[in-house]
């Protein structure tokens, strides 16, 4: 069977519903289940996504959680477990510097210029908690048995940390994913052993550039932050969609050059626009799934849709 590598964006609570409509869209087209990708790479919105897509929450009914569809038995059962409420993150709310040091360190290593801002970005008073327990409530203290990958960024010196693979102090992936998600401004940085950890979105949405050496047949992108260039100049944001585009196209190319093909999925105008309404989720997943549809056909996802169908085919064969 191929060897698929799968990364999931940051992007809030509208990259979340985008990844369960885009994740949806690629299994309707293709047939492949994304609960199968050999790795999974989550980073904030991602890494929650990746938590829920490990325990084995289907696209489908990923998809029917935001659009209000019925769900699946296995589905019922398995979200009847999240007995956290979701939480809706509150408008940036101050709080003291989070570390001015940090953006003299992240000049010095080189590290991004969203790390070294971060730095001198207010520490956020709110507590992040109700995300990971929404994660604990499935998976309990314990890390998905699959290859999760789940990115945040280490306070004292503005590397990113990889859970699930770098040699530091793993927790539950509960913790995890509230550390990948501790958004700067916002959300109080999560405390693991001695170090603080922020946000993985500093330094990359997609941190895509760690499956570059990985050799996979084949690696997915749903990127909830970035836009083509004619897309990003007039995207609501547009300098951080900009600045995060930017470093995506590095990313692929650097994968590129592996002899991987890469499948980029990306919003388009619709899926921004989808952004602005009042039901936004529901819209905002119900867009990505039918602008995903337009993606595959296109002539350049065609090795990709190739190597999708038939995994398959032979994850069919082999059940």
Known sequence: ????????????????????????????????????????????????????????????????????????DEGTALLAQVHTPAPALPPPNGGRLLRPSLAVRSVLRGTTAITALSGLSPRGRWNGAPMGQRVRDLWGNSWPADPTWICAVRVRDGRRVVFGRDDVATPDIGTAVQASSAVPRIVQPVRIGT??????????????????????????????????????????????????????AREVEAIRATGTPVLVVQPTRADLEARRGSDQFAAVALQAAQSVRANLARREARAALDILGAASLLATATS
């Open 1 to 72: 069977m191929a060897s698929i590598g799968l990364v999931l964006s940051a992007g809030g609570a509208p990259g979340r519903a985008y990844h369960a409509g885009t994740l949806a869209g690629i299994q309707s087209v293709t047939g492949w289940d994304p609960r199968t990708a050999d790795l999974v790479v989550g980073t904030s919105a991602g890494s929650s996504a990746a938590a829920f897509l490990r325990a084995g929450l289907s696209p489908a009914d990923d998809l029917a959680r935001y659009t209000g569809e019925p769900l699946s």
């Open 195 to 248: 170090d603080e950890y922020i946000d993985g979105a500093t330094h990359s949405s997609t941190n895509a550039d760690l499956v570059a050496p990985l050799a996979f047949e084949l690696v997915i992108i749903v990127s909830a932050m970035t836009a083509v260039p004619s897309i990003a100049r007039g995207a609501p944001r547009a300098p951080g969609i900009m600045w995060y585009s930017r470093a995506l």
